[in-house]
């Protein structure tokens, strides 16, 4: 397993954009200066993730990632809200592959951390690390190095420490990474130690608070990332990229603030 660690319920799938097929793809791409061919990225995902439309308050971190990438890396940004590894379109899924990337991300944790009773939910030692196994397994079939990225943590605390509600499915993604020799960037701790470094006043600009968490009534949102948040977790998940793929690293890469 390679770890990157150096650094520092809720779904809202119909503001996502939804412009994925296999011929048309949302993708950030521009032609910089270098004999290295361009880099190509595929992301599978929730709503953490996705791409949402403009006049949406959230971002995910999958839309701000190319912002700390070279200029000519091309990101298909496939990830949905309300999706688990149980519940990914397996249509999607072979657009990404027949797509041809060199590496595809997959993040997943949040919905199938869900109840039981709902359709997403997965158990994170079993069927949750049973999903994942597939998801390598076709990804490498399809000539597709894979990236497992654990889940990012919630803007949640006690006692003035982030919560770790996702641990258990963070903990299982890592178990298949060892398993099976996957590249890992360990996004559940690297966003942990971030929002304890800043703390819980420090990060309220990350989430859309104002948004009421059905959950939690009058906690908030503070699952989905605005562009301040999701600006931050793609730098992590940028740091993570370099120390598998150091060729894309950039100057624009920074410690969060």
């Known amino acids: 397993m390679i770890t990157s660690t150096s650094l520092y319920r ?4 119909l503001l996502c954009l939804l412009t994925f097929t296999a011929a048309s793809t949302a993708t950030h791409a521009v032609t910089v200066s270098g004999a290295v061919a361009p880099l190509k990225l595929a992301l599978i995902g929730d709503s953490t993730v996705c791409d949402y439309k403009p006049t949406s308050p959230m971002r995910g971190w999958g839309q701000l990632l190319h912002e700390f990438l070279p200029k000519d890396t091309q990101i298909t940004n496939a990830a949905r809200g309300g999706l688990s590894t149980k519940t990914f379109p397996p249509d999607r899924w072979q657009g ?10 997959i993040q997943f944790g949040h919905n199938d951390s869900h109840a039981k009773d709902k359709p997403e939910s997965t158990a994170a030692a079993t069927d949750y690390r049973d999903n994942l196994r597939r998801f390598v397994r076709e990804a490498r079939v399809a000539g597709v190095t894979p990236i497992l990225v654990t889940p990012v943590h919630r803007r949640l605390y006690k006692n003035g420490h982030p919560t770790n509600e996702l641990g258990r499915y963070a903990d299982a993604m890592k178990a298949v990474a060892t398993e099976l020799d996957v590249k890992l960037i360990d996004l559940h701790a690297t966003s942990g130690t971030l929002f304890d470094r800043l703390g819980e006043d420090g990060t309220e600009s990350y989430t859309v608070n104002k948004l009421d968490n059905a959950d939690r009534p009058g906690l908030g949102d503070r699952t989905h990332f605005t562009e301040t948040g999701a600006r931050e977790i793609a730098r992590l998940v940028a740091v993570g990229l370099t120390e598998i793929e150091p060729r894309i690293a950039t100057d624009e890469i920074r410690p969060p603030r």
């Open 10 to 13: 809720i779904g809202y799938p």
């Open 96 to 105: 990404v592959l027949a797509a041809k990337p060199d590496y595809v991300l």
